[in-house]
């Protein structure tokens, strides 16, 4: 569809190839297992099932929508809608380190915008995106609920709170 | 006004988090004691202690419990709202992170109190994966010694909880958007009626419940209705825990009696404000709270005054703005969280949240138009209650606020085209701003 459509930013990256089907690692299949045991319907497990298909790849490819949509019966579309709906998972790829800065009002007039533009000058990488040696995606996010420790990076699942801009630096130093 | 150590009796003990520390300040004891009561006995108790609902509404606690339907053909389910995404807001991370047991003896008595089904949620955002693992921990431990599971403490009730994780969007706070998400869909509200009480998750009787409100149940077991009324005033009960943000020298989470001055909480607990500078506005209760000025700030928080005066206490989310904040950039960016975080069913909110997002945007680059403050009014009004669920009110409370309140700053910007020259830039305004 992409194709067929250059310019619609709605169509997906691309068709699922489906030569290259994906399928869960044991321990994640025990998980996933353990998941259906705590809803009362399939569906309900599909928040739960795609947080786990992050953890395992780190983003949800097409490959893994229909997988997902095989194992609990929904269509890929419906699975999809999903996806694209909640901000947390990652239609494409991301860096090693996600850098989420947030910028919302009590960050912001904390100088949380400092912080996110120095990210973007120094790795040199466009709000979004990743740099090209797959290290480092840098977006900005919304509040992370936790204002009172503002300015807050977080940085894949962790809180990095109180922040500024030689704190980014010497946290960056450690990411390697 | 004194600060308070009631819900937050035990976060500074070491080990806050285990069950053997909160067994040792006499946890689980309110489930012991409400699980000999009957369940109309602990929905009395709760309504004769007059709790309002922490999550924003501020609904009579028990009298939503008291809405569901006694033999309903489907299951009572309960849900506990740990959404927390409202811009300013960050009380219930400090409960679910640092006192866990709490938030669960909470839902082990409201949950037998609506007669719920055997398994519950805590609809968790996605974010805070921190206390989300702090939670699950603490579920084995209550498993463990047999708080949770089957027949807890002999009683013959069954009942266990899940954390379920959200993804990532501010709408599924929302009570029905909430529903939604845990049923697996995208999370769009619902029309209503249905309310949730009648038809809620699964097609059952739902009480969704926020944090601290659950967190409150058990205070209210142990001491009694009378003494939660002593915290505040009539109708306006029980400790409170308020969230202070922004321009201010001491952040944080602060307990009081429900209707502490907010001119006080920020001037004598949190320091004043920072640098020094003068007080400019305050938002009160989150990002969807209409804004104060400084004349307007000698109010007690509590959810009547704050209504009287035109805003609303809402999540207890204060925001406060030193005058180096340009008024203009402040509600461009609330406006940029609404438009993002809409969920795109109504029209008016999907589009309209878009359209104040780019004429505040516009006026702050010093191309807005003399009748661009008079647009946003219209446009908000053109939002305002013509839109599915309260995120569209939401989402004009600080524009209509501001461009009332500060409509000299407006005009400046758009006469001068520059912004108020004591003010600070806070964003460059050559960075491209990712769409949504
Ligand atoms: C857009 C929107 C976002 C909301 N976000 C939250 C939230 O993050 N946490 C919360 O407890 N309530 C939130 N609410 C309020 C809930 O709909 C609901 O009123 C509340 O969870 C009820 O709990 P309570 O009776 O204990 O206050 C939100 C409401 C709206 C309209
Ligand atoms: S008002 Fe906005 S957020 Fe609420 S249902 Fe409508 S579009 Fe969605
Ligand atoms: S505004 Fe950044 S955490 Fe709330």
């Known amino acids: ?176 | 006004m004194d600060q308070i150590k009631v819900l937050l009796a035990n976060i500074d003990k070491p080990n806050s988090t285990s069950i053997d520390v909160y067994l040792d300040g006499g946890g689980y004891k309110a489930v012991e004691k409400a699980l000999k009561m009957t369940r109309d006995e602990v929905t009395q108790l709760v309504k004769d202690s007059e709790m309002r609902g922490r999550g924003g509404a501020g609904f009579p606690t028990g009298m939503k419990w008291s809405f569901v339907p006694k033999n309903a053909p489907k299951p009572t389910w309960l849900l506990c709202n740990a959404d927390e995404s409202e811009p300013g807001t960050f009380k219930d991370r400090v409960i679910m992170e640092k006192d866990p047991h709490l938030l669960i003896e909470g839902m082990i008595i409201s949950a037998y109190a609506i007669g719920s089904n055997p398994m519950a949620y805590i609809y968790i955002r996605g974010e805070f994966y921190y206390g989300a693992t702090v939670l699950d921990k603490a579920l084995d431990e209550a498993r463990a010694k047999g708080y949770l599971g089957k027949n807890i403490l002999g009683s013959g009730f069954d009942f266990d909880i899940t954390v379920a994780r959200g993804a990532g969007a501010y709408i599924c706070g929302e009570e029905t958007g909430l529903i939604e998400s845990v049923e697996g869909h995208r999370g769009q509200p619902r029309v209503k009626p249905p309310f949730p009480a009648v038809i809620g998750v699964f097609g059952g009787p739902t009480v969704v419940n926020n944090v601290e409100t659950l967190a409150c149940v058990p205070l209210i077991i142990n001491n009694g209705a009378e003494w939660f009324k002593s915290f505040g005033t009539p109708k306006n009960t029980g400790p409170k825990l308020y969230c202070v943000s922004g321009s201010v020298r001491k952040p944080g989470v602060y307990e009081f009696p429900m209707g502490i001055n907010l001119k006080e909480l920020i001037y004598d607990h949190c320091g004043g404000i920072l640098g020094d500078r003068k007080l400019k506005a305050v938002i009160p209760g989150g990002a969807s709270a209409p804004m104060l000025k400084p004349d307007e700030i000698d109010l007690p928080l509590n959810f009547d005054a704050v209504q009287k005066a035109g805003s609303m206490l809402g999540s207890a989310g204060i925001i406060v703005l030193d005058d180096s904040v340009c008024i203009v950039d402040a509600v461009w960016r609330l406006a940029k969280f609404f438009a993002h975080e809409s969920c795109g069913q109504c029209t008016p909110c999907r589009e309209g949240t878009n359209w104040l997002e780019s004429v505040l945007d516009r006026i702050e680059r010093g191309e807005g138009r003399p009748q661009d403050a008079d647009l946003l009014l219209s446009m908000s009004d053109n939002i305002g209650g013509k839109s599915l669920c309260a995120l569209g009110d939401a989402a004009i409370g600080p524009v209509i606020s501001s461009v009332k309140k500060f409509r000299d700053e407006f005009m400046y910007h758009i006469e001068h085209k520059a912004c108020l020259p004591e003010t600070v830039r806070y964003r460059r305004l050559d960075r491209a701003v990712a769409a949504h």
């Open chain 1, 1 to 176: 569809m992409a194709d067929l459509h250059p310019d619609n930013p709605y169509a997906p990256d691309r068709f699922p190839d489906r030569n290259k089907p994906v399928v869960f690692p044991p321990e994640a299949k025990k998980k996933f297992d353990y998941i259906l045991t705590r809803y009362p319907t399939k569906e309900a497990s599909l928040l739960p099932t795609l947080h786990l298909v992050q953890e395992v790849w780190g983003w949800i490819s097409p490959e893994a929508v229909l997988y997902v949509g095989e194992l609990l019966d929904l269509s890929p579309a419906t699975v999809f809608g999903v996806v694209s709906f909640y901000n947390m998972y990652n239609q494409k790829p991301v860096g090693k380190y996600h850098l989420q800065v947030c910028t919302n009002l009590s960050c912001m007039v904390r100088r949380a915008y400092d912080i996110y533009d120095h990210l973007c000058d120094k790795l040199d990488v466009q709000p979004g995106a990743t740099t090209k040696d797959g290290q480092y995606t840098v977006v900005e996010v919304e509040c992370l609920g936790s204002c009172g420790t503002a300015p807050v990076v977080q940085v894949n699942n962790e809180y990095h709170e109180n922040m500024d801009v030689t704190k980014m630096d010497a946290l960056l130093a450690e990411l390697k």
